[in-house]
């Protein structure tokens, strides 16, 4: 009866093999609401484009405050969803690449100032580091021309690794006070070179894995050791000794190294028995590390967590109200995306076609427990091209209708939808390509199945496997 006193011709009325399609889209019902009704799902979408972490950090910081004061005391809202997804990331991305660089800058001047107490050349070190980092992001977008966030995580890694190079330098500048600075780096200089050649191989290796932000952030760890090797090797000791930049008169042939050969006898007893003990010691720390390690292999491996949860955010809002609607949507199983592309319409809805009696097939085999395709729903280029003769007759008979309803006792209120649905099938039977529906509604409903690129139309279906845990190989049969 209410469905009537609004569409007095019958028009809303849908084939079976539709309205039986049409429970699954709502799995039970619960797709907005809990079963008791204390839950619910309100979807809301910008007025404008999204494009990236700060447009999504301002629509939000103006949406929460009107929900906070619409929303009655004792109701809890959460957010989640892409905006907040982006604006937790971004958030969180930016304070950790803040905290770690800035506190290896801090940690590595305490280090350098607890070990030599001048300024001029923590000041140095620190400034060199600066350009360091900002050499490599330039080199960074001039070969990637975009840098992901995860990899900004390389500054920390590189200020640890550069500072090495930097001290190396300047221990050897003091322990040999009677070296020009050319020949220090004559001496040192291979070493370095060697140990960046090792330390860039290591990094570069990311780029097989398949990771982008991970391959990334190896390559730019990669070109910043061999900027930083560059220019603490020619750059850091000529400006803090500048006198030892020439050869002295009467130079001194000295071995670069740190031990002292020609010491008195005594002074030769000393060091030599410091370094038994000291070599008691590392024998002793050695071999308590190894049986300890010998225990706990013997207790059982390590555990490989091979979930997606290590990539998840700390304390994160979104990640709490997915869980939450999870649990109070009975929807704690995960469903396998099945993504079907096609180069048009046409082609796609073949396939979608073809799939389902293999789904059927599935459900029946208890490999699947249920499925949802949106076959029902997506466009039939070949009925389009038979129906815009019907509907073009339907809409000319506009006034027909209008007097039929008036006539049978309808009034004006009663026709509105029919007026809106042959509005409808005027603009789709006045269309020359495939008719795809333009109204709020059916743009909420294609935007969760559908994709509309230029050359290509993918629709999404969504597999709910019997248990949690999913046969992957008779997910293999059904694949073939």
């Given at each position: 009866?209410a469905?009537l006193?609004?569409?007095p ?13 049409a429970?699954?889209?709502?799995q ?13 799902i ?11 972490y ?11 405050p ?9 109701v ?5 969803g892409r905006?907040e997804?982006?604006?937790?990331i ?9 905290v770690?660089v ?9 280090l350098?100032?607890?070990a ?16 360091i980092?900002v050499g ?40 040999h ?5 050319p020949?220090v780096?004559r001496a040192?200089?291979?070493s370095i ?5 090792t330390t ?6 990311l ?8 391959a990334?952030l190896?390559s ?28 002295k008169?009467?130079?001194v042939s ?14 030769k ?7 038994r003990?000291?070599?008691?010691i590392?024998f ?8 300890g390690?010998g225990?706990?292999?013997l ?5 490989l967590?091979?979930?997606a949860?290590a ?11 997915i ?24 082609e ?6 073809a799939?389902?009696?293999a ?13 949802t ?6 466009p039939r ?8 003769a ?5 809409v000319a008979q ?7 309803a ?21 603009t ?5 390509n495939?008719?795809?529906p ?10 969760k ?7 290509n ?16 190989a008779?997910?293999?049969r059904?694949?073939?």
């Open positions: 009866i469905r006193s609004y569409d011709f019958g028009l809303t009325r849908l084939p079976d093999s539709v309205t039986s399609a429970p699954g889209f709502g039970g019902d619960e797709i907005f609401s809990s079963p008791d009704g204390t839950f619910r309100l979807f809301v979408k910008s007025r404008g484009e999204l494009a990236g700060r447009e999504c950090s301002d629509w939000l910081a103006a949406v929460k009107a929900v906070a004061r619409a929303v009655p005391a004792g809890s809202v959460g957010f989640t905006p997804f982006f604006a937790e971004s958030a969180s991305m930016k304070h950790d690449i803040a770690s800035f506190g290896t800058a801090v940690i590595i001047a305490i350098f100032w607890l030599h107490r001048r300024w001029k050349p923590m000041l140095w070190l620190l400034t060199l580091l600066a350009l980092l490599t992001l330039a080199l960074g977008g001039l070969l990637f021309g975009t840098i992901n966030v995860l990899s900004m995580g390389f500054a920390a890694i590189l200020l640890g690794l550069a500072v090495d190079y930097a001290v190396v330098h300047y221990q050897e500048a003091l322990a006070p009677d070296l020009t600075i020949q780096r040192i200089a291979p070179f060697w140990a960046a050649v860039i191989a290591a990094f570069v290796v780029n097989f894995g398949g990771l982008p932000g991970l990334q190896g730019l760890v990669a070109v910043g050791v061999a900027l930083s090797a560059c220019v603490m090797i020619f750059a850091f000791l000529p400006p803090l000794f500048p006198e030892r930049m020439v050869a008169q009467n130079p000295i071995t670069p190294s740190l031990s002292r050969v020609n010491a008195a006898p005594n002074e007893e000393t060091v030599s028995t410091v370094s003990v000291r070599s008691k590392i002793a720390v050695t071999t308590a590390l190894i049986l390690c225990v706990v292999l207790t059982g491996l390590p555990k967590d091979a979930s949860k990539l998840e955010p700390r304390d994160s809002q979104a990640y709490t109200a869980e939450a609607i999870k649990q109070d949507l009975n929807q704690n199983r995960d469903p396998l995306w099945l993504v079907i592309a096609g180069r048009n319409e046409t796609v809805a073949h396939r979608l076609d799939v389902v009696p789904l059927e097939t599935a459900v029946s085999n208890q490999t699947l427990a249920s499925f395709l949106p076959a029902a729903l997506w280029p070949e009925n389009q091209i038979a129906n815009r019907t509907a073009s007759r339907l506009r006034e027909t209708f209008h007097t039929a008036v006539t049978g006792g309808f009034s004006e209120d009663a026709l509105g939808l029919t007026r809106s649905l042959l509005d409808s099938w005027q789709a039977a006045a269309a020359t495939v008719f795809w333009t109204n709020p509604l059916c743009s909420w409903i294609f935007d199945l559908a994709v509309r690129e230029a050359t139309f993918y629709a999404v279906g969504f597999l709910f496997p019997s248990t949690n845990g999913v046969d992957l008779a997910l293999r059904f694949d073939a």
